[in-house]
């Protein structure tokens, strides 16, 4: 008897569908959930915040928007604060990708933007957050590197311009395409992931956006504020000062 060429047995090591390649281990979909799980955990420490109340005194859902991020950092504590906090907001996003491991897009992707979503809407905070920039970029440090120089290319511009807002926003247009034509269809795949919770997070804000809605909302997506005019960025608080920053609404990118 023969056996019909469309038969094959297994290569020796192969992990049957649904299953990770070393035998007894959990589900991939298990794995990934796991580590997606963690992502979100790792995503979900309010740095930023914690760099701000122990060197400023200050809760940075005051000071603003309402928003967690490093531009209101840097305002109320100063840029050595901001150096710091960014690496382990680097950190947070990095976590989950590298614990999915190389072999496993898809995993890494997920991870990457589970970590953004922590960050965005910490439990730690009463689900307030930041934008999910620095984390954005950590993960894909790890999944798709061009897609972190993207991003920082944006945001550096943005500064540089006096509208982060706008570089940022540019910077999400190119971001997968780039790392799709740099690391293929798996850096994509993490550009993309990242990018969902960053741009939801950009039309959600903080509040639900006032009337007119359709015109809150292209400002929001546009400037990541509510009005065409751009308020005043915060002022820098004293040392050692405590209590609520009273800041015009506006948009903070971290």
């Known amino acids: 008897m023969y056996l019909s060429s469309s038969w094959t047995v297994p290569a020796a090591g192969t992990a049957r569908p649904g299953r990770s390649p070393k035998s007894g281990s959990p589900p991939i979909w298990l794995r990934r959930a796991l580590v997606a799980l963690a992502g979100f955990a790792a995503g979900a420490v309010p740095v930023s915040n914690i760099a701000a109340r122990r060197t400023a005194g200050v809760d940075l859902r005051s000071v603003g928007s309402g928003t967690v991020s490093g531009t209101s950092l840097a305002a109320v504590a100063g840029g050595r604060a901001l150096v710091v906090a960014g690496c382990f907001e680097l950190l947070k ?37 930041g934008r ?46 780039v790392a799709r034509r740099v690391h293929g269809r798996r850096g994509a795949l993490a550009a993309g992931a990242v990018l969902v919770p960053v741009l939801l997070k950009r039309l959600l804000g903080n509040e639900p956006p006032p009337p007119p809605l359709g015109r809150t909302l292209f400002y929001r997506f546009v400037f990541d504020r509510d009005t065409l005019a751009k308020p005043p960025a915060p002022a820098r608080r004293p040392q050692g000062g405590g209590g609520h920053v009273p800041v015009p609404t506006a948009g903070g990118q971290s």
């Open 93 to 129: 996003g990095a976590a989950g990708p590298i614990m999915a491991g190389r072999d496993d897009g898809v995993g890494a992707a997920l991870a990457g933007a589970a970590a953004v979503a922590g960050h965005n809407w910490s439990p730690w905070l009463g689900w307030a957050g």
């Open 132 to 177: 999910g920039i620095s984390p954005a970029m950590g993960a894909l440090v790890v999944s798709a590197p061009a897609g972190a120089g993207a991003l920082a290319a944006g945001l550096a511009v943005g500064r540089l311009s006096g509208e982060t807002a706008l570089g940022c926003l540019g910077a999400y247009a190119l971001l997968v395409p």
